[in-house]
C-alpha cells in the first residue's frame, strides 16, 4: 500500500495510554466472546468451544455521503442480478468460455441447462446478497490544503465483487457496532456512539427467509440450511437459525450437508424436497460456492435434486451463476447495463462503482488485458469463478501466474480487475492470542451492503436493501476475510 494514500481521522484520538488500552481489550475481548462474536477455532476445533472473532477495537471512520450512495444503490443492484439471473442468452454467451476451462462453473452451468430444459419447477427465487464495496482515495496533492489530516480525503465508492450465495455476516456485522459502543461507553465517549448506524441485517435476512416460507404456503414446511462438514463461522450461521425462531416460533430450520442431502433427500410426486420426512420450504446455502464442497458425485446430484423441487432456493442455480466474476466483468461492458435496466439514473449509479473489469477471452480485447497485467501488474487483481476469500492474486503473482497461463484456455476462467486504492485508517485490531496491548496499525475497509429480493422472471414480490457489515484488515495484507484468518470486524464511524 502506497505511503501517499491519504488518512481517514481516527474517531478518537490514538494512540490510548497503555493501561487504559489494556484493560479496555480484556474487557472487550470478554464482551465479545459472551455475546456471540465467536468463532470455532481452526487451530484447535472443538464443537464445545469458541474464541471471540478478531474485531477493531474503535470503528472505523467511513464518509457518510458515500455510506449512504452504497445503502441506495442496492435496490439497483438486486434488481439488476435478479434480470441478469432470469436471462438464460446472457447467462449462456457470458459464461461460454469459462464453462470449457472451469470445470466447477461449468458443473454449475449443466445443472442450469438441465433444468432450464426440463422446466423450472420453482419459478421465484430469493436473493439474499450482499454487495461489497471499498473507497478509492484521490491522491491528494502537496498543495491541496483540503487533504489535510482535518478533513476527510476526496473518496468514491467502487464495488469489489457481488455476492449472491452465502452472504454471511448478517449476525457477525450487527454485533460489531455492538462491541465497538460498549468500548465507547467504557472510554466516556458517549456522544460518539450516535455516529454508529443502526443494523438490522440479521432480521432482513431471516425475515426474508421467512416471507419465502409464507409464500410456499405449507405451514409444517421447514427451512434448510446447506451447511459444510465443519462449521467454523458458527455463531454466525446459528444466529440466523435462532432469529428465524424469535421471528417465528412455529418455522423450524434444519441444518444439512449436501452429503447428507444426497443420502436422505428425495422428491414427492408433486415435486417437494423431502429430507427425513420433512418437506422442505426454503433452502439457504450457507455451503456450495466452492469446489471442496462437492467432494462426490453425490453432492452435485444433491444440488440437481433440490434445483429440481419445490422448495425455493437462496440462490437458485440461476442466481448462483449470476454472481460469478465473468457476469460481473461482462456488466462493465458498454451498453450492457441498457439490456437489464431501463431508468437512465439508475444505469449510472450502478455504472459510477464500477471498476476497470477486463475479461481474458481469446480475442483482441482479452490480449490487451493479458499484456497490461504483465506490464503492470502492481495495478491490478486476477480473480477466478470463486466465492470464500483467498483466491485471488496480487502484484508480482500477477504476472507470474499470468505468464503461466497466457497461452492456455485456462485464462478465460479468469477476471482482471484494476485494484482499488482505498484511504489508510489508524487503529488496533484485537485477535485470540495476541498480544495485549495490541499494536497501532495502518488498516483499509471493505463494506457490505445486504439485499433481500424475490421474484420470478416476470415479476418482483420484494425488493430491499436490509443492513450491512465492515470487515477491516491490516493495509499490507491482500485478502480480508475474517473467516480465512485475515480480516476483522468493524463498523462505519459515520462523518461528513
Not at 439 to 452: A, N, T, W, Y
Not at 461 to 485: C, D, F, I, Y
Amino acid at each position: 500500500m502506497s505511503q501517499k494514500n491519504p488518512h481517514l481521522p481516527s474517531c478518537i484520538p490514538v494512540p490510548i495510554s497503555e493501561d487504559v488500552l489494556k484493560e479496555l481489550v480484556e474487557k472487550a475481548k470478554d464482551w465479545a466472546i459472551m455475546h456471540g462474536a465467536a468463532m470455532r477455532s481452526k487451530a484447535c476445533f472443538s464443537e464445545d468451544s469458541l474464541n471471540f472473532a478478531p474485531f477493531v477495537l474503535l470503528p472505523s471512520t467511513f464518509p457518510s455521503k458515500e455510506f449512504r450512495r452504497a445503502v441506495e444503490v442496492q435496490i439497483i443492484l438486486n434488481e439488476l442480478v435478479h434480470r441478469v439471473a432470469h436471462n438464460r442468452e446472457f447467462l449462456t454467451t457470458t459464461l461460454k468460455e469459462t464453462i470449457q476451462v472451469d470445470e466447477f462453473t461449468g458443473n454449475l452451468f449443466k445443472i442450469y441447462e438441465t433444468v432450464q430444459d426440463e422446466g423450472v419447477t420453482q419459478p421465484l427465487s430469493l436473493g439474499l446478497v450482499r454487495n461489497d464495496v471499498m473507497l478509492e482515495a484521490a491522491l491528494p496533492d502537496s498543495t491541496d490544503k483540503k487533504a489535510s489530516s482535518e478533513h476527510l480525503p476526496v473518496c468514491c465508492l467502487k464495488q469489489v465483487e457481488f455476492n449472491t450465495i452465502a452472504s454471511g455476516f448478517g449476525w457477525l456485522g450487527p454485533v460489531s457496532a455492538d462491541i465497538q459502543r460498549y468500548v465507547l461507553q467504557e472510554l466516556g465517549c458517549f456522544e460518539h456512539i450516535q455516529n454508529l448506524p443502526e443494523n438490522n441485517a440479521l432480521a432482513g435476512l431471516c425475515q426474508g427467509m421467512l416471507e419465502a416460507w409464507k409464500i410456499y404456503g405449507d405451514p409444517k414446511a421447514v427451512i434448510l440450511f446447506i451447511v459444510e462438514d465443519v462449521t467454523y463461522n458458527i455463531c454466525d450461521q446459528r444466529l440466523h437459525e435462532f432469529k428465524i425462531r424469535e421471528l417465528n416460533p412455529h418455522v423450524k430450520v434444519i441444518r444439512r450437508t449436501l452429503t447428507q442431502v444426497g443420502d436422505n433427500g428425495s422428491l414427492n410426486s408433486n415435486n417437494e424436497l423431502i429430507i427425513d420426512g420433512l418437506v422442505v420450504s426454503v433452502i439457504y446455502f450457507r455451503a456450495g460456492y466452492e469446489p471442496g464442497h462437492y467432494p462426490s458425485k453425490k453432492e452435485w446430484d444433491a444440488r440437481l435434486l433440490m434445483e429440481r423441487s419445490q422448495a425455493i432456493k437462496s440462490p437458485s442455480i440461476q442466481y448462483h451463476l449470476a454472481g460469478t466474476k465473468k457476469v460481473q466483468q461482462a456488466l462493465a461492458k458498454s451498453g450492457i447495463l441498457e439490456l437489464f435496466l431501463t431508468e437512465a439514473k439508475k444505469i449510472e449509479s450502478v455504472r459510477d462503482i464500477f471498476t476497470g473489469l477486463y475479461g481474458l477471452d481469446f480475442d483482441e480485447f482479452g490480449d490487451q488485458a493479458v499484456q497490461m497485467a504483465l506490464n503492470e501488474p502492481d495495478r491490478f487483481v486476477l480473480k477466478p469463478q470463486r466465492e470464500g476469500g483467498g483466491n485471488n492474486f496480487y502484484g508480482s503473482e500477477v504476472r507470474e501466474v499470468m505468464l503461466q497461463m497466457k497461452d492456455s484456455r485456462e485464462r478465460t476462467a479468469w477476471i482482471l480487475m484494476e485494484r482499488i486504492l482505498p484511504p489508510l485508517s489508524t487503529g488496533y485490531i484485537v485477535r485470540p492470542a495476541g498480544s495485549n496491548p495490541p499494536p497501532l496499525c495502518e488498516m483499509v475497509s471493505e463494506l457490505g451492503i445486504f439485499g433481500v429480493i424475490i421474484g420470478d422472471s416476470e415479476k418482483i414480490l420484494v425488493n430491499k436493501q436490509v443492513g450491512h457489515m465492515l470487515r477491516t484488515k491490516v493495509s499490507t495484507a491482500n485478502e480480508g476475510g475474517v473467516a480465512a484468518g485475515l480480516g476483522a470486524l468493524d463498523s462505519p464511524y459515520l462523518i461528513d
